[in-house]
């Protein structure tokens, strides 16, 4: 868990990394999982699946990023690391926190795409008095080489900032003019994590390393009454349209 003084260095900041959240068991449980749902990624219903490369570049091969795999894999939602990422982010956001999304973004060896600046709430123009925390969790050691995370300073208390697209990139929103000099990188060993608000504009280095970086990214929000009806549909979209590959998988 994490000190009161680390709490307030997260929100002044807008970014925290952790080296020593977890144990490298409860990784390797969570690697598991999450390799065996990139291994059958090809048949993962297309609602679960996006990859974050070039538009013209082989899906799934380039930077594969599968949504909800703690619905298409729910045992993920039992490990120690679920459990202890959602205690830690009701420690930072205050009782009344809830899980609102996870998601898993893998960059094989030698991938060479950075993920482009951003802040997240730009994805989510709710508009709705939200607090929301991520906790990126690496399933390898990761630096500047490998991919890991690197953010702005305090980026997060001037509201959303402009994005523009990026041509050639799926979906890709990056915001506009980011000092590159400012930012911070976040190395971490196995079992650490790096944490970011909602409002944070963060990147993450390409992979040059020889080792496929993979991440859990578990996402949290703020009050829990914050239930908005589009998030609602989404989730019952979502659960309609992968619900025939859960069933098989489970049996
Ligand atoms: O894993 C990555 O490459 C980027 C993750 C990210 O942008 C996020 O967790 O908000």
């Not at 970014?15 to 048949?43: C, H, K, M, N, S």
Request: proline share 9%; net charge positive; hydrophobic share 35%.
């Amino acid at each position: 868990m994490i000190t009161e003084q680390q709490r307030r260095s997260l929100l002044t900041d807008g970014y925290l990394g952790v080296p020593d959240l977890f144990t490298p068991g409860e990784i390797a449980e969570v690697a598991q999982r999450l390799d065996g749902l990139f291994d059958r990624f090809a048949d993962l219903p297309a609602a679960s699946v996006l990859d974050l490369g070039a538009t013209d570049g082989e899906f799934g091969a380039e930077v594969p990023e599968i949504l909800y795999p703690s619905s298409l894999s729910p045992q993920l939602r039992r490990t120690a690391v679920f459990r202890r990422g959602r205690a830690l982010a009701r420690r930072v956001l205050g009782a009344g926190t809830w899980f609102r999304f996870d998601h898993s973004i893998r960059k094989p060896p030698g991938c060479g795409y950075e993920t482009v600046w951003h802040q997240d709430r730009v994805h989510k123009r709710s508009g709705l008095p939200e607090r929301r925390l991520n906790i990126w969790i690496p399933t390898t050691p990761v630096g500047p080489a490998d991919g890991c995370m690197r953010y702005v300073p305090r980026s997060h208390r001037n509201g959303v900032l402009p994005h523009e697209p990026v041509p050639g990139r799926r979906g890709a929103l990056r915001t506009v003019g980011v000092a590159e000099s400012d930012a911070v990188d976040v190395p971490l060993p196995v079992g650490g994590a790096a944490l970011h608000l909602f409002e944070t504009v963060h990147s993450a280095h390409p992979n040059s390393g020889p080792s496929t970086r993979t991440a859990w990214i578990l996402q949290f929000t703020h009050p829990r009454t914050v239930l908005p009806t589009a998030t609602l549909l989404h989730r019952a979209v979502y659960f309609g349209q992968t619900r025939a590959w859960r069933g098989k998988a489970t049996r």
